[in-house]
T-cell receptor, first 110, second 113 residues
Framework: TQLLEQSPQFLSIQEGENLTVYCNSSSVFSSLQWYRQEPGEGPVLLVTVVTGGEVKKLKRLTFQFGDARKDSSLHITAAQPGDTGLYLCAGPNTGNQFYFGTGTSLTVIP | EAGVVQSPRYKIIEKKQPVAFWCNPISGHNTLYWYRQNLGQGPELLIRYENEEAVDDSQLPKDRFSAERLKGVDSTLKIQPAELGDSAVYLC???????????FGEGSRLTVL
């Protein structure tokens, strides 16, 4: 059961470009997390957003939680090859099961 | 401090054979998850443990999959018999608090021939 839909599924851009990844659901989440996963590794937490409308910045990455807490976005400014990876949003349902989104595979070309 | 440890990293088996994966979570983490991940997709939840209790195994295909977490620490995930469609990476994660960060192992990549 994929409660969290991400778009786009694949993204290939040139170094220096900006991009936005979206995470959408029909359900309300008490919090959402964003993870990045590199090949052969497990996902690693980037950020947790809790409050509707919340914006968090992590260097060139900006995360926003929707006002209704049903969606979130990740914006990367001036992408670098090191940003390449699989980006995953994730959150708990009412039963505290932790579900991941469908994933966005980002490739930044030098 | 050691992270989540999984073994084996890679396993190749023929269909209908059994396979088992082992996970040692971070010390003190009571919550343990098993996920299955196909290439380029998000992890799909199989089962969650709170200590030694499986609190939700509704996503686990019980006809061929089983899991256990004896003494609330290490966990094993077993598939018997394996099918071609079981080829995937099996990820184990643990967490200290809720909501909190999930810490993942490197995963066990299964190839069923």
């Amino acid at each position: 059961t994929q409660l969290l839909e991400q778009s786009p599924q694949f993204l290939s851009i040139q170094e220096g470009e900006n991009l936005t990844v979206y995470c959408n659901s029909s359900s309300v989440f008490s919090s959402l997390q964003w993870y990045r996963q590199e090949p052969g590794e497990g996902p690693v937490l980037l950020v947790t957003v809790v409050t509707g409308g919340e914006v968090k910045k992590l260097k060139r990455l900006t995360f926003q939680f929707g006002d209704a807490r049903k969606d979130s976005s990740l914006h990367i400014t001036a992408a670098q090859p090191g940003d390449t990876g699989l980006y995953l949003c994730a959150g708990p349902n009412t039963g505290n099961q932790f579900y991941f989104g469908t994933g966005t595979s980002l490739t930044v070309i030098p | 401090e050691a992270g989540v440890v999984q073994s084996p990293r890679y396993k190749i088996i023929e269909k209908k054979q059994p396979v088992a994966f082992w996970c040692n979570p971070i010390s003190g983490h009571n919550t343990l998850y098993w996920y299955r991940q196909n290439l380029g997709q998000g992890p799909e939840l199989l089962i969650r443990y709170e200590n030694e209790e499986a609190v939700d195994d509704s996503q686990l295909p019980k006809d061929r999959f089983s899991a256990e977490r004896l003494k609330g620490v290490d966990s094993t995930l077993k598939i018997q018999p394996a099918e071609l469609g079981d080829s995937a990476v099996y990820l184990c994660a643990s967490r200290l608090t809720s909501p909190g960060e999930l810490f993942f192992g490197e995963g066990s990549r299964l190839t069923v021939l």
